[in-house]
């Protein structure tokens, strides 16, 4: 923004009459800001016209032309339910593949089972020996979890009683360091006074 009556665009591109251009001659010999603003319009035009003249295209691309349109399987993958269908039927042309080509099985003849009757005390004996072996392994399981509870709770208080130990151990050194302070000085009291 200039302070002259005059603007400086007309300055620089030299359409000022001779009254008018001494006058902003004048005026730019004493103010700072529009001489200023003088160099950059003066740099903006120097650089406008070093730029080089561009031919302009000579046609013009629109989104309707088919340049922008997708190719097939862009259109595809950007339709859901295109590409459900497409996803359905290529797991039915997988299915019909497997069912054509997969050989059939050929039937084996296994031995029937045999079933044998069993007393039923012997089905009470199993049934109880499977039972008691259920238990002990629930019960070793259980004590095992409460053992390494107890541990846990063990270690958590010998941690707790170690740092404990340590505050005590140095809260007593410093006890007897203050100790050791106190008959140092009384020491040195009594030499004074055997010395007086």
Not at 11 to 37: I, K, M, P
Not at 138 to 166: C, G, H, M, P
Request: glycine share 2%.
């Amino acid at each position: 923004m200039t302070c002259s009556p005059f603007d400086l665009k007309e300055y620089l591109f030299g359409e000022l009459n001779a009254e008018h251009r001494e006058s902003v001659d004048r005026h730019l010999l004493a103010c700072t800001n529009c001489q200023d603003e003088l160099a950059a319009l003066s740099a903006t035009r120097s650089a406008i016209l070093c730029m080089h003249e561009e031919e302009p295209p000579r046609r013009i691309a629109f989104i309707s032309d088919k340049v922008f349109e997708p190719r097939w399987w862009q259109k595809i993958f950007a339709s859901g339910p295109q590409l459900g269908f497409a996803s359905a039927a290529m797991l039915a042309t997988a299915i019909v593949f497997h069912a054509v080509h997969t050989p059939a099985a050929i039937p084996v003849s296994a031995p029937a089972p045999v079933v044998a009757q069993m007393d039923p005390k012997a089905i009470e004996a199993e049934l109880a020996k499977r039972v008691q072996a259920a238990v002990v392994k629930a019960s070793d399981e259980i004590e095992a979890r409460q053992t390494e509870k107890l541990l846990q709770v063990v270690n958590a208080r010998l941690a707790q009683s170690d740092r404990q130990y340590e505050i005590d151990l140095k809260t007593v050194a410093e006890y007897l360091h203050r100790l050791d302070k106190r008959a140092a000085n009384v020491r040195l009291a009594a030499y004074d006074g055997a010395r007086q």
